[in-house]
């Protein structure tokens, strides 16, 4: 076997446990390993799992998960301005009320499937978006974002000393890997959690659901609290990533919850692969990375990489790539994704699975063949 | 004998007609009963009243005493009575094993329960319940494949396995045969058979008359929305008012 399928899911933590804290190790040849992305790894990471548990094991398409994102930061916020710069029980409220928030949303979405609950949730998503850009404004601080002022009452931390405060984890910095490493932890327990769904009857019957609704209707399921609850898991999630954002950088704009951002997590799912462990990691991995490399490119740096090419040529390729580098660099990522759906409709994890039988049977066939010509030789 | 199901007064119409006129039927414990009757008889709409998908305009069914109209299709599940569908509403996506594992799950777990971290595969118990009832209907062999990919007669198979494993005071079954090979309809009567002799109640709707005189303890014929005729098969083999509105006065 060339990639072994592990059956045993403590062996599966271990090996992702000891990835993921060595990320910034096999990263780094890469160009990935600076904290900064591998902190937005880890974070979106979360996000695309938790958006699985719901997409992926019952079908239900949310449009509208970057609320609870946006719900998870202005909490985390609030809570280092109003309470401690703790990072700790920001990531608790905000998971928490995200939650609540997906209990209402999901309550109301739920009563739809199908394409109606799609858009049931991206009216929610924009309404709330709406919002905390006008009315909300006392608790969002509009246009500007939430951010942390001099007078904040932080009534846990005491006077504040010289400049704005950082955060914390029980006075441990949390900038540059010690950031990444708390968000690491996040997302291995994100991690564990979905495992255990998944391997849970809980997670077989949103399968079912997923495969048959009418049926399990008649089975006797009562299926409405199962998509609740998986819908506000997901939701819960999502409250946990926009929280691990406002740690990097403690500030929340609305722009967080804007349409785009429910947008991204789709794809990340959809890109890695639907209602699989580890797809959605992948997904949210390779987004990021590639709009790491391609917005930051620019067109000098393209005449640098096309310098081999003819003078003439090389300004035609440049003026045609361009486009697809900088702010462009969603045209890149709209032609991923259509070559990804159009031929791996399963994601880079169908992919891995194809490549994975395509070296098998060669390792058998070429087997088979040195097998024959040793009974040619004798 | 106790009564199991009483359906009494039933009437259903879709816009202008008439699909269920005034139907009354006692379902006695431990017997299989079957319902027959030509094609638009009413046979399914009446099952579809039993089971909560339907609402009848006007009367009532009560399962061991309890009025079951207006109630969700889990709650009728849980109360007992459980539907066999004539096309297999099975989950397709799922392994033949995890599709009767579902039902078991539902008989254990009720109509919901969070348990997201516990292990499926520690759920022996289940297991074991569902890989006998599939040794039982012949599909042993099948129980790692996608549901999905199996043949028409083995989806039927397994659908019937999918309601026995839930052990249900009443079994309702919509043309268990319908479809399948006389060898594959051989089988499914014998498995039947068996089962009523574990003493649970059955009501069969059938097309095919050999399925029906086979297995039924009474037989009750629906001609146009109407019951035209009850009793044992019989007083229905030799009842002319049958022999003409549906058997089209062939001998039988």
Request: net charge neutral; aromatic share 10%; glycine share 10%.
């Amino acid at each position: 076997m060339i990639v072994p399928s592990i059956r045993n899911d403590w062996v599966i933590m271990a090996i992702f446990t000891a990835v993921v804290l060595t990320a910034p190790l096999w990263l780094t040849p890469v160009g990935a390993g600076y904290p900064d992305l591998l902190q937005k790894f880890a974070i979106f990471g979360i996000f695309a799992i938790g958006f699985n548990i719901l997409f992926g094991l019952t079908g239900y398409l949310s449009f509208g998960h970057a609320v609870f994102l946006g719900v998870g930061s202005y909490t985390a916020v609030w809570s280092f301005k109003l309470l401690t710069m703790n990072v700790l029980p920001a990531v608790i409220f905000a998971t928490l009320l995200a939650g609540v928030f997906a209990v209402v949303i999901g309550y109301v979405s739920l009563r739809r499937s199908g394409i109606y609950f799609s858009i049931l949730t991206l009216a929610f998503a924009q309404m709330s978006y709406n919002m905390a850009y006008s009315v909300l404004t006392p608790i969002t601080n509009g246009e500007t974002g939430l951010q942390l002022t001099m007078n904040d009452p932080r009534i846990l931390d005491g006077p504040a000393g010289q400049g704005l405060p950082s955060t914390t984890l029980f006075g441990l910095d949390m900038s540059g890997y010690a950031g990444f490493y708390f968000c690491a932890v996040m997302l291995i327990i994100a991690f564990f959690i979905s495992l255990r769904i998944f391997r849970s009857p809980f997670g077989l019957k949103l399968l079912a659901i997923k495969s048959n609704q009418t049926r399990m209707k008649y089975t006797g399921f009562n299926t409405r609290p199962y998509l609740l609850t998986a819908f506000v898991i997901s939701g819960m999630y999502a409250g946990l990533a926009g929280s691990l954002m406002a740690i990097t950088d403690p500030l929340a704009g609305a722009e967080r919850m804007q349409w785009t951002a429910s947008g991204e997590v789709v794809l990340m799912t959809i890109l890695g692969g639907t209602g699989t462990l580890l797809g959605p990691l992948f997904g949210a991995g390779i987004i990021k990375y590639f709009e790491n490399i391609f917005s930051a490119m620019n067109d000098g740096r393209l005449h640098e990489i096309f310098s081999f090419l003819p003078d003439w040529l090389e300004n035609i390729v440049v003026a045609i790539t361009g486009e697809f580098v900088g702010d462009g660099w969603h045209l890149t990522l709209g032609l991923l994704f259509m070559i990804v759906v159009i031929f791996l409709p399963g994601g880079v994890v169908e992919g891995i699975r194809r490549a994975n039988g395509f070296l098998r049977r060669l390792v058998q066939s070429s087997g088979t063949n040195t097998a024959t010509l040793a009974a040619e030789k004798e | 004998m106790s009564i199991v199901l009483s359906i009494k007064n039933v009437d259903k119409t879709f816009g202008g007609l008439h699909a269920l006129g005034d139907i009354n039927l006692d379902i006695e414990e431990g017997k299989t009963h079957a319902i027959i009757g030509p094609n638009g008889a009413g046979k399914s709409t009446l099952l579809n009243c039993c089971i909560g998908r339907l609402i009848p305009d006007s009367g009532t069914v009560e399962f061991d005493g309890k009025n079951m109209i207006g109630m969700q299709p889990h709650e009728i599940n849980h109360a007992g009575m459980v539907r066999v569908f004539q096309t297999p509403e099975i989950f397709p996506d799922l392994s033949v094993l995890q599709n009767v594992m579902i039902p078991a799950l539902a008989k254990r777990d009720g109509t919901f329960k969070f348990n997201a971290f516990g292990s499926l595969a520690a759920e022996k118990g289940i297991e074991a319940d569902a890989v006998h009832i599939l040794e039982d209907m012949g599909l042993k062999a099948h129980i790692h494949k996608h549901a999905g990919s199996m043949s028409r007669g083995d989806k039927r198979r397994l659908e019937l396995a999918m309601g026995l494993v839930q052990h249900p005071r009443l079994l309702l079954l919509d043309e268990p045969t319908a479809g399948m090979a006389r060898h594959d309809t051989n089988r499914t009567i014998d498995l039947l058979k068996r089962i009523k002799e574990r003493g649970m109640t059955k009501i069969i709707i059938e097309h095919d008359m050999h399925v029906v005189f086979s297995l039924a303890d009474r037989i009750s014929v629906l001609a146009q929305g109407r019951i035209i005729a009850s009793g044992t098969p019989d007083e229905i083999r030799g009842n002319p008012k049958v022999q003409e509105a549906y058997l089209g006065g062939a001998e039988l």
